[in-house]
Nanobody, 123 residues
């Protein structure tokens, strides 16, 4: 079993930055080959915004390319999301997710989920 705990959410003005972290614990090596960030805005469906596998290969949603950077520290079992030039459309609950399989860019692949951290952007 893997436990995921997110941190780093908060409120910023449009154009600002936030860095999200996700700490993984439990049986992590085989269970966290792929890790990703999935968000859900108010009245919106869940959207995968970034994923990264253990080799460092990344994928981004078009809506965040050039603004968000996903990274991971495999020694610390921690996933990060650096979010720059935040926009109103980025508002939502951000969830960390993990899976033992290669990243498929399908949010339903993830077996493990954190509780989420809220990101609010004001104009």
């Amino acid at each position: 079993q893997v436990q995921l705990v997110e941190s780093g959410g908060g409120s910023v003005q449009a154009g600002g930055s936030l860095r999200l972290s996700c700490s993984a614990s439990g049986y992590t090596y085989s269970s966290t080959y792929c890790m990703g960030w999935v968000r859900q805005g108010p009245g919106k469906e869940r959207e995968e915004v970034a994923s990264i596998d253990r080799d460092g290969d990344t994928t981004y949603a078009d809506s965040v390319k050039g603004r968000f950077t996903v990274s991971r520290d495999n020694i610390k079992n921690t996933l990060y999301l650096q979010m720059n030039r935040l926009e109103i459309e980025d508002i939502g609950m951000y969830y960390c997710a993990a899976d033992s399989r290669p990243c498929l860019w399908v949010e339903s692949q993830y077996d493990y989920w954190g509780q989420g951290t809220q990101v609010t952007v004001s104009s």
